[in-house]
């Protein structure tokens, strides 16, 4: 086993790994940009370098900056966290190359999943069910408009080198083919330097449901089972849960045996995530893209299974067998999270940066809280403002959301603007509670909220009337309560005793 780690990421993923490195006896080496040197992730590491300035490409996407402090602190090994250089190859091919030991897969395992076409091409020869579409770029408008035929519109325009919406159109007839086909390769250009679009059949209102795998470098390889994310909003997921509510067993079972399929297929090694579109219409899933690197919704499965991913993603990369077989993994109960942003749902979800003038963090039965932040903190403009993600465990989906609305209630974080009043509803939401997830539920829960029967001035004024009449006659009971009671006999016999045994009499103390 190491003895020490590195880890090259910030905020709540650095505090998890650094937690996974105290279970396991490693020291845990921190790397900050001038912006977090007082940061959480700081504080709780053995030791913390300063890797450079605020922005990222020049901090915690410094390369070799990183792989340096790594060989002076003595380090064995990197742990990437997600985002910044998780999924980079280049990245994971210059730890090897210093000596030291990327914890994540392969870099032929990342460049196979990194090009959509190829991880399509790999899912297919693996023989795991896709969604119908080309495997390569297409090379003109010419190609696009016969592939387009041939599948059937709607067709969905997608980025090679993307992955998570960047770059996607998609096209209703064949009169909107050529203005998409040019936005969608400029957008791919622009945002990956790489114009390479493909052609996928629309799958309609798809659920996003994902299948966590798990392997060693002897060969095993398990699934642990699936995790739905159809509640996004731009793309970004906003809520996660495991199991699916479809909870529907065979499902798990074939999507798992799809997954580890395409999962040895690319020789993968270690945790990965194999996100599929479900259609609730057909009941068939398809593959959509493989990611290479331990997802931030990955409490849900530890919460419902019970293994710690973060200990087996270390003890897998230092050549460990992994702790566990398929025929262990049991998955009990359900879990929910919520990624609480510092952003205001009241506009439009606009960051709202600034110091976290106070926080009271829930807790109690089911609670799990993951933050990156403490009081006092300040959310800077420069990376991800997701402050936490807050998860409830339940025997039951039922009981999970009670835990959780219990848990949202008693968050409170004052100074900066939360997601928090935006989850303390949808946990309301009679579509959420019956469990009617697909990916246009976010759409459809902000009409429902537009489409609440408006109310009138006067009808408000009673209410606030009301609810302030409450709370003064809460508060003048809670002062009664509180309100020195007249001591009883015993006490003032006992007290007349103290004040006798002095020189102090009670007549002479009230004197
Ligand atoms: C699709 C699709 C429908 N058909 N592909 C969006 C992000 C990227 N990961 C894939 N996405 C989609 N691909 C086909 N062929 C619908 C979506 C999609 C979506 C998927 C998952 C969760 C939320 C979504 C919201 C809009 C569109």
Known sequence: MFS???????GEIACRV???CRDLNISAVAVYSEVDAAALHVRMADEAYLIGPAPSADSYLNIEKIIDVAQRAQAEAIHPGYGFLAENAAFARAVTEAGLIFIGPTPAAMEVMGSKTNARRAAIA???PVVPGTTEALRDFAEARETAAKFGYPVMLKAAAGGGGKGMRQVAAESDLRSALESAQSEAASAFGNSEVYLEKVVERPRHIEIQVF????????????RECSIQRRHQKVIEECPSPLDDSDLRQRMGAAALQIARAVNYVGAGTVEFLFSDVSRDFYFLEMNTRLQVEHPV??????????????????????SFTQEDVRWSGHAIECRVYAEDPQNNFFPSPGRITFLRVPSGPGVRDDSGVAEGDEVSIFYDPMISKLAA????RAEAIDRLRRALDEYAVGGIKTTLPFFRSIVRDEEFIAGRLDTGFIPRFHERLENQPAVSDEDRDVAIIAAALVFAEQRRQGATNHAPRQPGKWKMAGRETTLNRGNLTRKSFSE
């Open 4 to 10: 020490k780690i590195l880890i090259a990421n910030r």
């Open 18 to 20: 650094i937690r996974a």
């Open 126 to 128: 693996a023989g795991a």
């Open 215 to 226: 392997a060693d470098q002897h060969g095993n390889s398990v699934h642990l089972g699936e």
């Open 301 to 322: 499965t530890e919460l419902v299974t019970g293994i710690d991913l973060v200990r087996e993603q270390i003890s897998v990369a230092a050549g460990q067998r992994l």
């Open 393 to 396: 465990w339940g025997r039951t």
